[in-house]
């Protein structure tokens, strides 16, 4: 099992940049393009840094930081958002976990 975090994606407000890990090139088309439009909306909607991040066990978080002294990060609304989202593309989400589990940790389904 794996002690360290992975990341999934993230998005950069600040350098206009959105990243997908290599090692999930291989996720079908429909779920990078997906995670891309979240990922960016999501930035350009609140600001800052959005990273969607694998933990030991395989669960995925969102989460969202700022540069200091960011006065146009809205923390308040990066905490709505992101719940929102987890609503939202909860399908999805849950998804990106199964297959993390299954296919990077080995765990069967």
Request: glycine share 8%.
């Amino acid at each position: 099992m794996f002690d360290e975090k992975m990341v999934l994606c993230g998005a950069n407000s600040y350098e206009k940049k959105y990243y997908l890990n290599e090692q999930f090139s291989n996720l079908p088309e429909q779920i990078k393009k997906e995670l891309q439009i979240m990922c960016v909306l999501f930035t350009e909607e609140v600001g800052g840094i959005l990273v969607l991040e694998y933990d030991k066990i395989g669960e995925l978080h969102l989460i969202t930081e700022a540069e200091e002294g960011d006065l146009l990060y809205d923390d308040i609304g990066s905490g709505l958002k992101i719940r929102q989202i987890q609503i939202e593309k909860r399908e999805l989400l849950e998804s990106l976990e199964m297959y993390y589990k299954t296919f990077v940790l080995g765990e069967e389904a």
